[in-house]
């Protein structure tokens, strides 16, 4: 079992950043995917954006395109999510996904909060 720990969340004005972070409890190069969903409070869970192994290729909600960058970091078995130009409509819990052929991980979720 692998373990994912979002972190990076918290309160920010419109128009602001973030950048959240999620660090696997083992080696990142085992997932053949890994990815960034959102839930809003009376949402579905969506996919925000997600990278395949290796990191090259990427896909992004459309919400997303050119504000939010992910990006890995094979090293520090970590994955990330920069946020730029953040909207109140981007507010929502945030959580990180890893999958190999046999299973999917997810983390605990991390809280934004885009308000004035």
């Known amino acids: 079992q692998v373990q994912l720990v979002e972190s990076g969340g918290g309160l920010v004005q419109p128009g602001g950043s973030l950048r959240l972070s999620c660090a696997a409890s083992r080696s990142i190069s085992i997932f053949y995917a890994m990815g960034w969903y959102r839930q809003a409070p009376g949402k579905q869970r969506e996919l925000v954006a997600a990278?395949?192994?290796?990191?090259?290729?990427?896909n992004y909600a459309d919400s997303v395109k050119g504000r939010f960058t992910i990006s890995r970091d094979n090293a520090k078995n970590t994955l990330y999510l920069q946020m730029n130009s953040l909207k109140p409509e981007d507010t929502a819990v945030y959580y990180c996904?890893?999958?190999?052929?046999?299973?999917?991980?997810w983390g605990q979720g991390t809280q934004v909060t885009v308000s004035s």
């Open positions: 996904n890893a999958r190999t052929t046999l299973a999917e991980n």
């Open positions: 990278m395949s192994s290796g990191g090259r290729t990427t």
